[in-house]
């Protein structure tokens, strides 16, 4: 049920808003289910903490790794890929399988993925997801696992191979 907004008064402390025009920030109350519970982040806080765990490679550090023999995983959907293109040799492994497909003791590993020193570099449309994305294979134990920032874009905008 949609439910009118409540009218503020002048003078209600409610009613003050740092941006004219803006409605004021409500005030959080215990149990109301639009505060965030104690102890939990928003996904800038993770972003950060995700990050603070990896060195992150340029594009043109992931064409470097690459040559060397490094795997860059690609976790966008299809859809992206087929707006966008994609990365000659990059592996597509779709996000929400992604651990499963990495994992050492995982039975759906793929095949190369039966060590924990691989060198993987995931990359996504523009470096946000990859970031988390490798900071939970870094959770599984693959910790030379990092991200391409700026992702499929930033690799686009360097001039290196696209399809």
């Known amino acids: 049920m949609l439910r ?3 009218s503020r008064t002048k003078g209600d402390p409610a009613s003050a808003s740092s941006e004219p025009g803006l409605p004021a920030p409500q005030s959080r109350t215990k149990g109301d289910p639009a505060s965030a519970p104690p102890g939990s982040s928003g996904i800038d806080e993770l972003l950060a903490a995700a990050r603070s765990r ?3 490679y340029s594009a043109a550090e992931t064409f470097t790794a690459v040559e060397r023999g490094a795997i860059l995983i690609d976790i966008r959907p299809a859809a992206q890929r087929a707006e966008f293109g994609e990365i000659p040799g990059a592996i597509v492994i779709e996000r929400n399988v992604l651990e499963w497909r990495l994992d050492p003791r995982s039975d759906a590993r793929l095949p190369f993925a039966d060590r924990y020193d691989l060198e993987i570099i995931i990359t996504c449309q523009e470096g946000y997801t990859s ?15 990092t991200d391409l920032a700026g992702g499929f874009a930033a690799w686009r905008a360097a001039g290196l191979p696209t399809t």
Not at 131 to 145: P, Y
């Open 54 to 56: 990896l060195r992150r």
């Open 4 to 6: 009118a907004p409540q």
């Open 131 to 145: 970031s988390l994305a490798a900071a939970a294979l870094h959770d599984l134990g693959l910790t030379r696992a």
